[in-house]
């Protein structure tokens, strides 16, 4: 069953945006406040900054993890294979 698209209006550093998304309103607003104290925490680290460069970083830092979570499920993949086999075979 696929889910179904809908709106969701977001307020990111200020500006609003519509996000059109098949994902829940809860996981929308989650993704939204953890974006906002990201923004925050950049913006007080580097007041200069301007919202593309913070936004800029963010997408930066967001790939960076995303590789990182891939590399690593990757490698528990890979233990997981050799693991199964290298056991021994039972029933000769």
Do not use: C, W
């Not at 989650?30 to 950049?42: C, I, K, R, S, Y």
């Amino acid at each position: 069953m696929t889910e179904q698209t809908h709106r969701f209006k977001a307020v990111i550093a200020g500006k609003t945006y519509t996000i059109v998304g098949q994902t829940s309103d809860e996981h929308m607003r989650a993704v939204t406040e953890v974006l906002n104290q990201q923004f925050t925490q950049l913006k007080q680290l580097s007041p200069n900054l301007s919202k593309e460069d913070a936004a800029i970083l963010m997408a930066f830092n967001a790939i960076s993890d995303q590789l990182k979570l891939a590399a690593a499920q990757d490698d528990a993949d890979q233990a997981q294979s050799a693991a199964t086999s290298d056991s021994p075979e039972t029933g000769e």
